[in-house]
């Protein structure tokens, strides 16, 4: 084997060098010509969301499907392996926001030559009045241009890392494609009758200004105060409940108890009085009332949380809701209320926010004797949107919505069949999915309120007033698709009827997120735009992500491709934990925990940081701590390793006209390790992608550690002895091409360095090893007998010698007159067969073997110290 090895092999400037090459090679490239489904391998990659920086979660998750892409490819499938950029949604906006220091305003019109007032801010929460308003095309140009540069920033921390990804199959969430896709789908969910539009009760962000979705909540712990209030009943009697929430006192519509607790069954089916607003309620009765909670009968508002959605939905209860889009309390009051004292009490709420109308409640509750005692203080669970600074409201808006399995029973069974057929990896994951869909209470709000996503293609006639006809939708068609109908005439129409009696007005919401990251599998796989690449990658084989997305992003994608072709969208979901601190609590940007990657990678190098993340299961979650990498710095020394030790290897020079190992001892080496590859296939094929390292990296050890030192002296042998010599040489160089193949999914520039010192082409495009037999080089030949255990008795032989020098205060150099190795029968007869490879590497002149109850090495006596000798 001719070798090309460097003088000084080394790490650094690997990440560089090899990226260049894969880019220039096509190494990754998805080779499509003549593909079929069959000899596919397709991947539903996570598109990161474009607004700001990756942080080392992201590598931690994405290695993890790097490492499966690639053992596919070498497996001799084709890799469908793209990455897109999740570059639309409120992340994105806000980032734009703070960054240009700039906010979106509808009304205002197109500057065809606007210049931002700054770029580069440093993307925290700043206040509305202090932004500049913009058109919301100029908005959406800012978009456009920052997520293009972040985008560019992500990719090349990924070329750093060395995933593994076809860069000529990159999409973008926001792109004219996607949004054809985005638009279509859902044009095709409203025929189906999928999706529709209603006035509801909306889970709404004040900051915002947008309906969030029951998927993007997020529970935080909030201070509050119980308030003990007196309610009014007809017999003069006060009826007392208890609320967090005394400004929804004037949006009451009724009291209400669990059906069996005593204490109200008179009062069911008759009136009470609301303190200070005066207007009569009814009591009920529904099984989610609380006994136990507070005085067990509550108020019900229109709306303070969901279960007065779910209870104002089952009693068929008026809606007399009170707060508006801005978080404030509507200058109206609603028209329950009708003596002058409780319009007197509303006009002191009106404007306020909720904060100040609260407390504005409670002294008005104080000074007329309906406050029972004095607050008590809690801490309890408040809901807000996941990226959002202040509690939700609900108020009443027109929505568009998809059909979830929520309100459709068949529908649920069969997205629960669906996640049930597919393979989880860690299987208990599944029971999060289960969790989530027979959980939900209601449909996936789809419609939100803001400017960078993709507008939902429809418009609604006017009538002979100019009123839309909400429930007659002018839907887009197909040839017209992507369309912006805030710009774009509907179809029929031209723009000079927008806004006009029988004319038209165009729809201004987009299209939540998630309703076009649930689509990946088509956006990338080309899904009614190249039916040649679909029917290759659909369904797909993986979808690699977060547990902390189940119940976005897989149960979204699962129900899009449910309503659509009634199937799953991949055989196998790889859920990766997350990333912790030293103090074990989860990192994210919210807690201003994170890592960024970028200088990890230049500090410890990107194999040694792959090391790091492979070295986790799927499902677990693994601790940083960026002052001390502990991991990361044995990821680190693992590659220099492989690189000196192939580089020792390649030094041997081989005999000429020798092809055959033939020593029992590089035999049982071999033996070894074909049983590693075994081991590693299998868990690769399970997905156990930390185990296979695991495996692969303790046989690798052993190797250096003894195989290495045990047969280098024969390795260095004088041609007259070419045939052991040979045998160890071809062994030696044989194990390092399988290891370099075993370990390139985890380490890919150092052993693609490696490899190409011996090799044409890649490593990453070469052969994985079926088995070592298989492995050999091209006419090397060797018989694999039962010599296996031979390594590891020659192992411990080695550290029973090495050991008794250092007993004896002696360099591992020093020479040993004579040495017996002592153990069962068996373990002897095999043990003797490496004998001229212990004795060399013992430097032991005379090495006598005994039976034994267990091997030891015994009756070590050093020669005699030369320079003594001399002296004498």
């Not at 060395?162 to 409203?190: H, K, M």
């Not at 040694?608 to 990361?632: H, M």
């Not at 090799?759 to 039962?786: C, D, M, Q, R, Y």
């Not at 390594?791 to 007159?817: E, F």
Request: charged share 25%; net charge negative.
């Amino acid at each position: 084997m001719t070798a090309n090895v460097p003088d000084k092999p080394a790490l650094e400037g690997l990440e560089a060098k090899w990226d260049a090459e894969w880019a220039s090679r096509g190494t990754y490239l998805f080779p499509r010509e003549g593909a079929t489904r069959e000899t596919v391998y397709s991947i539903d990659t996570p598109p990161p969301t474009a607004s700001g920086s990756l942080h080392i979660g992201h590598v931690f998750s994405y290695t993890h499907t790097d490492v499966i892409a690639r053992y596919h490819r070498m497996q001799g499938q084709r890799v469908f392996y793209p990455i897109g950029w999740d570059d639309n949604g409120l992340p994105t906006e806000r980032r734009v926001q703070n960054f240009y220091g700039v906010r979106c305003d509808p009304s205002l019109p197109y500057d065809a030559g606007f210049e931002p007032p700054f770029e580069g801010g440093d993307n925290k929460s700043s206040k509305a009045a202090d932004q500049l308003p913009i058109s919301r095309r100029n908005f959406i140009e800012l978009c456009e241009r920052l997520t293009v540069e972040d985008e560019k920033q992500f990719e090349a921390v990924w070329r750093d890392l060395g995933l593994s990804v076809d860069w000529t199959q990159t999409y973008r969430t926001i792109s004219p494609e996607s949004q054809t896709a985005s638009q279509l789908a859902f044009l095709r969910n409203v025929q189906r009758g999928e999706a529709y539009q209603a006035m509801a009760p909306t889970l709404w962000d004040v900051t915002f200004r947008t309906a969030v979705a029951q998927a993007e909540l997020e529970d935080k712990e909030q201070p509050g105060a119980y308030h003990r209030i007196a309610f009014h009943a007809p017999n003069g009697d006060d009826v007392l409940i208890e609320t967090t929430r005394p400004e929804l006192l004037p949006a009451c519509v009724a009291l209400v108890a669990h059906p069996d607790d005593a204490r109200y069954q008179e009062l069911f089916g008759t009136t009470v009085t609301t303190p200070l607003f005066g207007v009569e309620v009814p009591v009920v009765a529904h099984h989610l009332a609380q006994a136990d909670k507070g005085s067990g009968i509550a108020m019900i508002c229109t709306f303070g949380d969901l279960t007065d959605v779910i209870w104002w939905r089952d009693l068929d209860l008026p809606n007399r809701a009170i707060i508006g889009f801005d978080g404030r309390i509507v200058s109206e009051a609603p028209e329950a209320i009708t003596s002058d004292a409780g319009k007197a009490a509303y006009a002191q709420l009106a404007g306020k926010t909720v904060f100040s109308a609260k407390q504005a409640v409670v002294e008005l509750l104080r000074a007329s004797g309906e406050l029972i005692g004095e607050p008590k203080p809690i801490v309890h669970p408040v809901k807000f949107f996941e990226k959002g600074d202040r509690p939700l409201e609900i108020v009443s808006t027109r929505q568009w919505y998809v059909k979830n399995g929520a309100r459709d029973e068949e529908l649920r069974a069969r997205l629960l069949e669906l996640g049930a057929e597919l393979d989880w990896h860690p299987d208990f994951m599944r029971v999060r999915y289960e969790n989530w869909v027979g959980g939900l209470t209601g449909d996936w709000l789809i419609s939100r309120q803001r400017f960078f996503g993709v507008p939902l293609p429809v418009w609604y006639p006017l009538d002979g007033d100019g009123n839309p006809k909400f429930d007659e939708p002018i839907l887009a068609t197909r040839d017209i698709l992507p369309v912006d109908p805030s710009s774009d005439a509907a179809p029929g129409y031209d723009e000079s009827q927008r806004g006009v009696p029988g004319g038209f007005q165009g729809e201004v919401d987009v299209m939540d997120t998630w309703a076009t990251s649930s689509l990946t599998p088509q956006l990338a796989g080309g899904w009614m735009r190249d039916e040649e690449l679909w029917g290759m990658v659909f369904p797909y084989d993986l979808r690699p992500q977060g547990q902390d997305i189940i119940r976005t992003w897989l149960f979204s994608t699962m129900l899009r491709s449910a309503l659509e072709t009634n199937e799953k969208p991949w055989a196998h979901a790889a859920l990766s934990g997350f990333i912790v601190d030293p103090d074990r609590k989860k990192m994210s940007k919210s807690k201003g925990n994170v890592v960024t990657p970028a200088d990890i990678l230049a500090a410890h190098g990107s194999d040694a940081v792959r090391y790091w993340a492979a070295s986790s299961r799927l499902g677990t979650d693994a601790a940083f701590d960026e002052k001390n990498p502990t991991q990361i710095k044995i990821g680190r020394r693992l590659a220099i390793k492989i690189l000196n030790a192939a580089k020792f290897v390649y030094g041997f020079a081989l005999p000429e006209g020798h092809t055959a190992i033939t020593e029992p001892v590089d035999q049982s080496m071999l033996t070894a390790l074909d049983e590693v590859v075994r081991q590693a296939t299998t868990a690769l094929e399970n997905y156990d992608h930390a185990r296979a390292l695991e495996i692969t990296e303790t046989f690798f050890w052993t190797f250096c550690d003894d195989y290495l030192e045990l047969v280098k002296e024969r390795a260095y042998r004088e041609e007259s002895e070419a045939a052991g010599k040979a045998s160890a040489v071809l062994a030696l160089q044989s194990a390092i091409d399988v290891l370099l193949r075993l370990f390139a999914p985890y380490l890919p520039f150092a052993t693609e360095e490696v490899w190409s010192w011996t090799h044409e082409g890649s490593v990453h495009n070469a052969p994985w090893p079926a088995s070592v037999g298989a492995a050999l080089p091209e006419g090397v030949t060797a018989e694999l007998p039962a010599h296996a255990p031979l390594l590891a008795l020659a192992g411990k032989a080695l550290v029973g010698i090495r050991r008794a020098k250092t007993d004896a205060k002696a360099s591992q150099k020093t020479a040993v007159a004579s040495a017996t190795i002592a153990g069962p029968t068996e373990e002897i007869a095999s043990l003797q067969l490496a004998g001229a490879d212990l004795k060399a590497v013992g430097r032991i002149a005379e090495l006598r073997f005994a039976d034994a109850p267990e091997l030891v090495v015994s009756d070590i006596v050093l020669a005699p110290d030369e320079t003594t000798e001399g002296e004498k």
